[in-house]
């Protein structure tokens, strides 16, 4: 857990330059919920901290091509553009952030299962 | 500033309900069993037991259940099966007059004159015809295991304990979508909810189905209330307002066959939510004023009473959120106030949060389920829309003056029975 913790305060640190608000907010959520929740369980930690670092490159994907598109529709129609941003944003982050962590949980449960048979 | 007001309660909610998924998760991973909370271990005290089968129109999946109580390992000299064909215009009655036949200790009871009117009556019905000391109930489309009599009765050596409940696994779940995700939602709701409720001497919740009483405490609440159509959540708070505790039994494992379509999904759950709407008019106060109860107990309860109204919060709270969006210049610290709120709302659900459900499927080693729980907002969104109708039902009920609720019945196709099959080898091989 200590090594998770660590991990994400080194990656929020290199994050608040990158992103802003809902998008720091949400690769924090998946963060939080990958220390508190996924490493404590039995499993290798390779694959804790893979999966970690795998969400977190994914996060800054998701949300740099969110931006990409925010900046590109914002010039042709600002105030759509905002409002649609703002409502469908944390849904379309629900979009990533729920399977990988499912995906992450799964791999460790599959090698969990493997190793006692 | 109304607006931001107005908006702070429902933020306060939401996250008063996620700390309460996460304490359960967190005490389903990490709560040694054993000192403050023991379980009975299954032992020599075996009072005599009835078992209450309501069946209507079940003609495809009874004569499962009824093999199965013919195979119950508890002892027969103590062991009473009454089945109560509640007007069935199939041939329910007559392949319970079969089994009956065959089965010394078993009995139907037909209901031709009355019929029809909802479980709670079938039951009150089969509670006149009930010799032991202990009710059990099962739905005529559940599958229980040979030795669940034995493994729920031990509960009752402790005089404190009212009821019991056993877990709930879903046994088509292989067969569509709907199926699957009722199965995720089973593994969040008993893997996790029942069982951190259990271990934290909290409100577990009684069932209906899959879970006994004792005799002498519901006849003396006067059985079943015909009125509600969440029966079972109206008996557990009933027991509890009675001073008696219920207890949670994951190992008494029960199958039971899920609704198959989003359609009978909507209609059960329909009946679900407004039941529980129902209850949580009739129980909350009661249950905050009982002096019996400890504050735990009041908050766990408040909050399960109230559990069918996040939905209906949910969706309010992002109505207001675009009414803020669009009539206010937004602030820095409103701007992160509301994307956090809906982040939350988004990732965490309502009945089961993601994260519950996850844990709950590694603990179960289900490691395929794992990879359906992003569909799980499917469901969210789907509630939202039958917990809406229900509550908007029950207030327009209300404001009629009637409270005649139309009980929608389950229909059950009763295509498991290759898994039967397996899990009786199973039975054999054990």
């Known amino acids: ?117 | 500033m109304i607006l931001n007001i107005v908006f702070i309660p429902f933020v306060i909610i939401m996250l008063t309900y996620l700390l309460r998924h996460y304490i359960f998760t967190m005490v389903a991973l990490y709560y040694h069993r054993g000192q403050p909370h023991p379980t009975p271990q299954s032992g020599t005290y075996q009072p005599t037991v009835s078992v209450l089968i309501p069946a209507r129109n079940e003609e495809r999946v009874i004569a499962r259940i009824l093999q199965r109580m013919i195979e119950l390992t508890y002892p027969k000299d103590k062991l009473q099966i009454i089945v109560i064909d509640d007007a069935s215009t199939d041939k329910t009655n007559e392949i319970a007059d079969k089994y009956a036949e065959k089965c010394e200790s078993m009995t139907v009871v037909h209901r031709y004159r009355n019929g029809g009117k909802g479980k709670s009556t079938a039951l009150n019905e089969g509670l006149k015809y009930a010799t032991g000391e202990i009710i059990y109930c099962f739905d005529a489309d559940y599958y229980p295991q040979r030795d669940i009599i034995e493994n729920l009765t031990t509960y009752f050596t402790d005089p404190r304990i009212g009821a019991v409940q056993g877990r709930v696994t879903v046994l088509n779940e292989p067969n569509t979508l709907v199926t699957r995700l009722v199965a995720l939602e089973r593994i969040g709701g008993y893997r996790i909810d029942q069982k951190a409720r259990d271990d934290l001497q909290l409100i577990p919740q009684f069932g209906g189905t899959v879970g006994g009483f004792r005799r002498n405490l519901i006849e003396s609440l006067g059985g079943w209330d015909p009125n509600m159509l969440a029966e079972d959540t109206d008996l557990t708070f009933r027991v509890y307002l009675a001073g008696y505790k219920i207890r949670y039994g994951n190992e008494a494992e029960c199958y039971e066959e899920a609704v198959e379509g989003w359609r009978s999904y909507w209609h059960q759950r329909c009946r679900w939510a407004a039941g529980h709407m129902q209850c949580a008019f009739k129980h909350s106060w009661p249950l905050i004023r009982n002096k019996n109860l400890r504050l735990r107990e009041k908050v766990d309860g408040f909050l399960l009473l109230n559990v069918y109204f996040i939905p209906i919060f949910v969706g309010l709270a992002w109505l207001l959120g675009a009414i803020m969006f669009l009539t206010q210049s937004l602030s820095g610290a409103t701007l992160y106030w509301i994307p956090l709120s809906i982040t939350v709302y988004s990732t965490t659900g309502n009945f089961a949060p993601f994260f519950e459900v996850g844990i709950g499927a590694y603990l179960d080693e289900r490691k395929e389920a794992c990879l359906l729980i992003p569909l799980l907002c499917l469901v969210f969104l789907y509630n939202m829309l039958i917990c809406t109708k229900a509550f908007l039902d029950l207030c327009i009920s209300k404001v009629s003056g009637n409270n005649q609720h139309k009980w929608v019945k389950t229909s059950h196709n009763g295509g498991i029975s290759y898994r039967v099959n397996t899990l009786k080898d199973d039975d054999a091989d054990a």
């Open chain 1, 1 to 117: 857990m200590l090594i998770g913790a660590a991990f994400t305060i080194f990656c929020f640190y290199i994050f608040t330059h990158l992103l802003e608000g809902p998008a720091l907010v949400t690769i924090l959520v998946f963060n939080l919920l990958s220390i508190i929740l996924t490493f404590p369980l039995k499993g290798p930690l390779w694959c804790k901290l893979t999966w970690l670092g795998m969400g977190n490159c994914v996060g800054i994907m998701w949300n740099l091509v969110r931006f990409s598109l925010i900046t590109v529709t914002t010039g042709i129609k600002p105030e759509a553009s905002t409002l649609v941003n703002f409502f469908l944003g944390p849904a379309t982050d629900f979009i990533w952030l729920v399977p990988v962590w499912a995906l992450g949980l799964s791999t460790l449960s599959s090698l969990e299962h493997r190793k006692r048979r």
